[in-house]
């Protein structure tokens, strides 16, 4: 049974959200084997940090994007630096510090310029490596741009205390050891801003249509892939360590956008699974297409939404590049009058899908299991991979009708991952108990949290406890 309750804070709708679990470096704590984050950006030109123990925001960050809204926010994927926060708004992208007291913040740490002010363009999607040294960044003019995240905490450590600097003029631009150009001016009420500049190097052969979706690949050992998707329908896969291409997959066919109907397949979400094996894409038509993450050759696709697919959300067990296996996940979801549950849900991948329906999906990748489909007219022919070349099946697990049109969704999933795995592991006669029952961890206290934002003004959040 899944509750739902709305985190009230914001007054318009958000955009975007960001979740983190990050595991304790405290060994004796009994409150929770995690540090749990989650924030939201919104069309209010406000972030807020939200505390679910008294469901309300413990953090607005305001006053600082120039009257922008915020598209995009990521936290931090390392334990080391997790009271980081990027934020794009606009042409930038604005760095906080979480630690900072107090529950209003009008102060980043320092802004990052990905775009010319001249170009007019804006900043839809951004991503942190998981090592936590690049940041990428899709953009309305179809670019891809990489920021240099070493370079710019170097900006940031050399940049003089605020209390150093004369609050009647900004300090003038120097140029660091990195080659990057940083400035600190006047913000705001006699506030001092960092701005950087020359941090941002942009990819070649972008998109030719709005760059819509970023993500890196998560993988254990050092990756250099980098996908984005754009309205052009192609998801594009790039080796940014020498800022090319690798490869592409055009989901709208040969002819990309040009000649589609009304729903044309936009590639508007992206997002890999736990070990970086799968990319799931999220399509104008109501599709979600699962890629091999190295070619980008399609794996299964199932349409799941009556509008345009708006997000598509994997969890992972924790940013902390935990071990644990989707599989338990997939027994964990939450029950639905609408579910159908396979009996071989032991292996695969879980995804969460939202459209502009209003509908929200939970999917199982089934591994090795999908039948040679028939050819659909309009979608047999895609570079990368087509349809003869599926080697799994998409399920829908249960669906939901949550109402107002959703625009991003997060988990919290890893607390009940990892008793699962421990569960199982403890126990062989429990396996077949659960298969029966569906539901990993029936009598552990721990809770799976869905958490919606939408065009409404209220953060969404399920929760099943299993």
Known sequence: ???????????????????????????????????????????????????????RAQKC?????????????????????????????????YIFDLRKEGILDRQPLAVVNVLPTE??????????HPKGHLLAAASDDGGVHLVDL?????????????????????????????GLTAATEQHGQGQQLLRIQSATRRLNGGHENIASSIAFRPVPTSSDDVVSGGFDC?????????????????????????????????????????????????????????????????????????????????PHSAHSASNSSSDDLAEAAPASASASRPSTARSGVVAFSGGNDGKINAWHLQEGTGPKPKKRRGKSARAGGGAANRRGQLVNLWAL????????????AGATVRRAN?????????????????????????????????????????????
């Not at 009708?401 to 919290?412: D, M, P, R």
């Open 1 to 55: 049974m899944l509750n739902r309750r709305q985190l009230r804070g914001h007054t318009k709708s958000i955009l975007c959200v960001s979740s983190a679990e990050y595991e304790s470096s405290d060994s004796n704590s009994a409150s929770s084997e995690y540090n749990r984050v989650i924030v939201s950006g919104s069309e209010d030109c406000t972030v807020r940090l939200w505390d679910l123990r008294v469901n």
């Open 150 to 178: 070493t370079a710019v905490q170097q900006a940031i450590n050399d940049s003089p205390p605020a209390l150093q600097l004369s609050p009647a003029a900004a300090a003038p631009a120097r140029t660091g050891r990195l």
């Open 401 to 412: 009708e949550h109402g107002s049109k959703i625009n991003a969704l997060t988990t919290w």
């Open 234 to 314: 192609k998801a594009i896969l790039w080796d940014h360590s020498v800022g090319r291409r690798k490869s592409h997959a055009d989901l709208g066919g040969q002819g990309g956008a040009s000649g589609l109907g009304i729903n044309p397949p936009f590639v508007h979400t992206l997002a890999y699974s736990e070990g970086g094996k799968y990319l799931f894409c999220g399509t104008g038509d109501g599709s979600i297409s699962v890629r091999e993450a190295s070619g980008l050759g399609e794996v299964a696709s199932e349409e799941g939404h009556d509008s345009f697919t708006s997000c598509v959300h994997v």
């Open 422 to 466: 421990q569960q199982l592991s403890d126990d062989d006669d429990k396996e077949e108990r659960e298969g029966e029952n569906a539901t990993v961890g029936a009598s552990s206290n721990h809770s799976f949290h869905l958490f919606v934002a939408d065009t409404s003004k209220d953060l969404s959040v399920y929760t099943y406890k299993a």
């Open 61 to 93: 960050i305001t006053g600082c994007f120039d009257g922008n809204p915020v598209d995009s926010v990521c936290l931090h994927p390392s334990h080391s630096s997790k009271h980081l926060l990027h934020v794009g708004s606009g042409s930038d992208v």
């Open 119 to 128: 170009a007019e363009s804006d900043v839809n999607a951004i991503a942190v």
